[in-house]
């Protein structure tokens, strides 16, 4: 019983994500995932390919500064992604038009508020996910702006 109510109030309370503290990069690498898009990363940042190349994830030690996210509308749905909300605008990633989404991603009784941009290619969805204050830092544009698809999936 003792352990119930505890367990109880962690999904009553939620706990908010707080982004990435790296506010600037004097260094950057570019990331290349083979037929599928190049983006530029901060040298300070991991890399971790995920679910078979369908989520990667970019860290600053031990903080997400940005998720990717590969994946067709089944595979999206009940995991808390941008296809349970309205888009705000619309927005160009690596020049293909798409959606940009504002939302909190929410992980039991965890949440982030997040900003994506959705684009279609291909078969499925490619999208660029930053944990946010309340807008994009100069980081996360930066790795937005050199955001490149690789092959023809877009088009």
């Known amino acids: 019983m ?6 109880c109030l962690c999904f009553m ?3 908010r994500i707080e982004p990435s503290s790296l506010v600037q990069s004097d260094v950057w690498v570019s990331f290349e995932e083979s037929d599928l898009f190049s983006c530029d990363v901060p040298q300070a940042c991991v890399i971790s390919r995920r679910e078979n190349g369908r989520f990667f994830v970019i860290e600053h030690q031990n903080q997400v ?10 595979e999206g749905q009940g995991r808390g992604l941008w296809f349970e909300h309205e888009p705000v605008n619309e927005e160009w990633l690596g020049g293909i038009q798409g959606k940009a989404y504002h939302y909190k991603h929410s992980d039991g009784p965890f ?11 291909g078969e499925r969805y490619l999208a660029l996910e930053f944990i946010i204050e309340d807008a994009r830092s100069a980081v996360q544009q930066h790795i937005a702006d050199s955001f490149q698809f690789i092959g023809q999936k877009g088009i």
Request: hydrophobic share 45%.
């Open 111 to 121: 949440y982030a508020q997040t900003s994506s941009v959705v684009v279609p290619y």
């Open 65 to 74: 500064l940005a998720k990717i996210h590969w994946l067709s509308e089944d």
């Open 2 to 7: 003792r352990f119930i109510i505890p367990f």
């Open 13 to 15: 309370v939620q706990c």
